[in-house]
């Protein structure tokens, strides 16, 4: 343990500590965890609920720092919302394309009110009173809006604010700072340097131009509801570097860390001299568990990543009224990832203001989870299909050719049913507004679709386009030859919502089996260009098709170079069932840009076949 950790273990087990016993509280305690345990569990969970901090107990059943009096640290930021923290979100992208990463992208767009300060866990709660009581009480001094100017040097670049505004912004904080520090126990210091909003920092000297001229894109006077928020972070790991899963990793030894793709990952540099090429040790911030895992599974992550989104004041103390959209921050807590996405949700909140195209993979295929003779595991003596599994479809439609054709065209699993209706509810949640749906004519992508439109309640109001042209790269075909696909009548028939008036840009006599990489990007190119030329009305244009479909269609929809086929079938291995792209048109600007999808990925686990009686009855 290094000395300032062991001397903070110290100084935090002296404290007198006492019991708060809030409504989210008691709870945990009837379930018979400790108070100090339920409490870290809250507070790490952003007080939410008590199914979240039940959850995060669960999954840090293992966590070796469960007792550690060590509480989290916590900062008051000013944070823009609305149409200027799209405006900034645009820009951050674009400068790190251009100039690459600086500082100012391991964060996200505020203004500091008070720096990171620690608090107890049962005193968190305090925080939120005093941030809520000193914010009405400010209500109505807050400037109607706020002037920003912008200041550059070859080491920094962004916006001050006004002096008048800000001395008003300071008081606030001192406010906030006094109150916190008297009733919560903690020492909490104002910020009261120059206030300002960071564009980029430590950059090199020769991109200060090039990010001068994007940041004179960003018009400061756009609508922008300020919110102030609290946001928290586990002090023992903030110099350490953040690691993101791109995949699970199984661990084949006891000193290895089990690791889900997502998860984040924090890893001291000091700690990496004596472990072996290609490996890193860390700690999980899903779990809390340490251990080694391989480097090559994991990308660097932002260090906000890791912090939580805890609380804020009332929407209405920091508003700009005139034009400003009815948006807002969610009133709970949130992982801050949500709050770096928040650019794409905020646009989709008003469908009138832009067009947005979301590319998806299908749900989870029948096959692959049951292997390419899954039918034959079906079928009966007599030839009917009886499942032999709860994940395999309660039935098959019924189609005029060989039911084998299946074999080559399967349909979803019932989880990739689910699934599919989950994402639907979720892009519901988010009110987002699908105009039009296309889809491959594979059946397991109608499918997707189909149950798509029904989490999002649209069947039938929008029905399903059924586009040859978005069928998969033909080459991938097993047999080398173009499946036969259910007819447009087989799958009215047995209940698409089908548009039955749409003829494909593609004829299904074009898709020729073992197409070049070439021709497959140039016949995306073609039809995503023909759909939107198609779809000129605002709204969501929702796009299923395959892991192949999503970078040759918003590549071409964004004008990106396409990448050599070795490099885009690596790419695909990557995209899970439902992962999705989604691309938003410029209209100003006569382009379409990649954005954050409007809704979080879906990850689970594998479910093993069970014999309970090879399993439980085994002698």
């Not at 779990?287 to 990308?299: A, D, I, S, W």
Request: overall charge neutral; some cysteine; proline content about 5%.
């Amino acid at each position: 343990m290094a000395v300032a950790e062991a001397q903070l273990y110290a100084k935090v087990s002296n404290k007198q500590r006492g019991r708060g016993t809030s409504a989210l509280l008691e709870p945990l305690l009837a379930r018979g965890f400790p108070a100090h345990i339920a409490q870290k569990a809250l507070v790490a969970t952003g007080q939410k609920t008590i199914e979240d901090a039940a959850k995060w107990l669960h999954s840090h059943c293992n966590d070796p720092s469960l007792d550690d009096p060590i509480p989290q640290e916590y900062a008051l930021y000013l944070c823009p919302t609305g149409r200027l923290h799209s405006r900034l979100q645009e820009f951050w992208r674009e400068s790190k394309r251009q100039c690459g990463k600086n500082r100012a992208h391991e964060l996200f767009p505020h203004v500091t009110l008070c720096d990171f300060f620690p608090c107890e866990d049962q005193k968190v709660e305090l925080l939120y009173d005093v941030l809520k009581r000193v914010g009405d009480s400010f209500s109505q001094s807050f400037p109607a809006s706020i002037s920003l100017t912008l200041h550059a040097s070859p080491s920094y670049l962004g916006f001050f604010i006004d002096d008048s505004q800000a001395n008003i912004l300071k008081d606030f904080a001192v406010a906030f700072s006094s109150e916190a520090s008297a009733l919560a126990d903690c020492h909490v210091k104002p910020s009261l340097k120059q206030f300002h909003l960071t564009l980029a920092h430590r950059f090199y000297p020769h991109h200060q131009k090039t990010l001068e001229q994007l940041a004179k894109c960003i018009n400061p006077g756009e609508p922008c509801q300020w919110v102030a928020a609290l946001y928290s972070r586990d002090m023992r790991f903030v110099h350490y570097q953040r690691l993101r899963a791109l995949f699970q990793y199984k661990p084949q030894n006891i000193d290895e860390l089990l690791i889900n793709a997502g998860d984040l990952i924090y890893v001291d540099p000091r700690q990496q001299s004596d472990v072996s090429e290609g490996w890193v040790i860390g700690t999980s911030h899903r779990t809390g568990c340490r251990g080694f895992l391989p480097e090559n599974y994991t990308e660097r992550a932002h260090e906000a990543d890791t912090w939580e989104y805890v609380f804020e004041t009332a929407s209405r103390s920091f508003t700009k009224t005139e034009k400003e959209p009815n948006v807002k921050l969610n009133g709970e807590a949130h992982n801050l990832s949500v709050s770096r996405s928040v650019t794409s949700v905020l646009s989709l909140q008003n469908a009138a203001l832009r067009r947005g195209v979301l590319v998806m993979r299908h749900g989870e295929r029948v096959d692959q989870v049951f292997g390419k003779s899954w039918l034959q595991q079906c079928l009966t003596a007599d030839g009917k299909y009886s499942r032999a599994d709860l994940n395999f479809p309660s039935s098959l439609p019924r189609r005029r050719d060989s039911m084998k054709q299946f074999e080559n065209d399967p349909p979803l699993s019932c989880c990739g049913i689910f699934q599919s209706r989950l994402i639907g509810e979720a892009l519901l949640d988010q009110e987002v507004t699908v105009s039009h749906v296309y889809s491959s004519p594979a059946l397991r992508c109608v499918q997707t679709a189909q149950h798509v439109l029904q989490g999002l309640k649209l069947n039938p109001k929008v029905r399903i386009r059924v586009e040859p042209g978005l069928f998969e790269w033909t080459k991938w075909e097993a047999n080398r030859t173009i499946p036969n696909f259910m007819t447009v009548a087989e799958l009215v028939e047995a209940s698409y919502d089908i548009d039955t008036s749409y003829r494909g840009n593609l004829p299904l006599s074009s898709l020729v089996p073992s197409e070049s990489y070439e021709d497959y990007v140039s016949r995306s190119s073609a039809v995503i260009n023909q759909i939107i030329s198609a779809c000129p009305s605002k709204g969501v244009i929702l796009i299923v098709g395959h892991g192949s479909s999503l970078a040759p269609l918003t590549r071409a929809l964004t004008g990106l170079p396409n990448t050599d086929s070795a490099d885009f079938a690596q790419r695909v291995q990557k995209i899970p069932s439902l992962g999705m792209c989604f691309c938003e048109e410029q209209k100003e600007e006569n382009k379409w840009q990649m954005v954050n999808p409007p809704v979080k990925t879906l990850t689970h686990g594998a479910n093993a076949a069970f014999n309970w009686r090879n399993t439980i009855m085994e002698e």
